[in-house]
């Protein structure tokens, strides 16, 4: 198992500062926020690209993703979409990044219509993702919150170059039990995007293993040659605690579920499904 954290743990700290963090408290990766509020993102010059992907080499640190926004299942003309896909892939494949993550974002829309906009634009990314040796990822998030809907989409996409990301706190709060997304998610996994909150109502982020979520039976799930990544969304809490003091702890307790040596307690026993922590 690798693991990694997400830059969005990090808002406004510089990349070297972030490859440093990730390289001395024992990750092997960084997801990198693509905003234009980041070190890097869809408008930097090739120059800078350059030398993030050296900052990152010399600490020994794989950019696993690009964390992009585009939403392919939103409203809309196509070509915005599809623009924003075409850059953030080219971002990625100038990092060595091996997936750009992407949005469904059709919450507006009748079903039938987001999953329509969402493998149409997939389907037209793909290749130029392919060609770049780039995955793009569609996330268990907003109206695709479930493995169930992310899978929806994607067996009707059924192209190598497109995958998910398994959002822990989505699929629970959808009331998928982790077996089951895992299950569900088989044919098209990249990486699991492992996180906890206070609770249900409360999403503030926690330290690893202190919240809500049955992270025991997320990591019995995972792949064990995948990567686990860290998502604490101190960017949206800026009250929570700073995520560089929770590192080395959040990887250890990765590593302790890896090698089953973390018994699952009260609140991340039983079915993993939303409904038996209410």
Do not use: N
């Amino acid at each position: 198992m690798k693991y990694a954290f997400s830059t969005l743990g990090l808002p406004g700290v510089p990349l070297d500062r972030s490859a440093a963090l990730a390289a001395s408290h024992g990750f092997d990766g960084l997801e990198l926020r693509a905003h234009p509020e980041e070190p890097l993102h869809t408008d930097s010059p090739a120059a800078e690209r350059a030398a993030g992907l050296r900052t990152l080499t010399a600490a020994g640190i794989t950019a696993l993703a690009v964390a992009g926004y585009a939403r392919v299942a939103a409203p809309g003309e196509d070509e915005p979409v599809l623009a924003e896909l075409r850059a953030l892939i080219r971002l990625a494949a100038d990092l060595e990044a091996p997936y750009v993550r992407v949005f469904p974002g059709g919450a507006d829309l009748p079903e039938e219509t987001a999953d329509a906009h969402a493998v149409r634009r997939l389907l037209a990314a793909a290749p130029l993702a392919e060609s770049h040796g780039v995955r793009i990822l569609l996330e268990t998030h907003d109206s695709h919150r479930t493995a169930t809907a992310a899978a929806r989409v994607l067996d009707r996409v059924a192209h190598p170059a497109v995958g998910a990301v398994w959002d822990v706190l989505h699929t629970w709060l959808g009331g998928e039990p982790p077996a089951r997304a895992r299950q569900t998610l088989a044919a098209h996994l990249g990486y699991v995007q492992v996180k906890d909150v206070r609770s249900a109502q409360d999403l503030t982020p926690t330290a690893l293993g202190t919240g809500v979520l049955p992270l025991p039976e997320v990591v019995a799930a995972a792949p064990p040659d995948g990567w686990l990544c860290w998502e604490y969304e101190k960017r949206w809490y800026p009250d929570a605690a700073d995520l560089p003091e929770q590192l080395t702890q959040g990887r250890e307790y990765l590593q302790s579920l890896v090698a089953g040596q973390a018994p699952a307690d009260s609140r991340t026993a039983g079915s993993g499904g939303l409904q038996s922590r209410l």
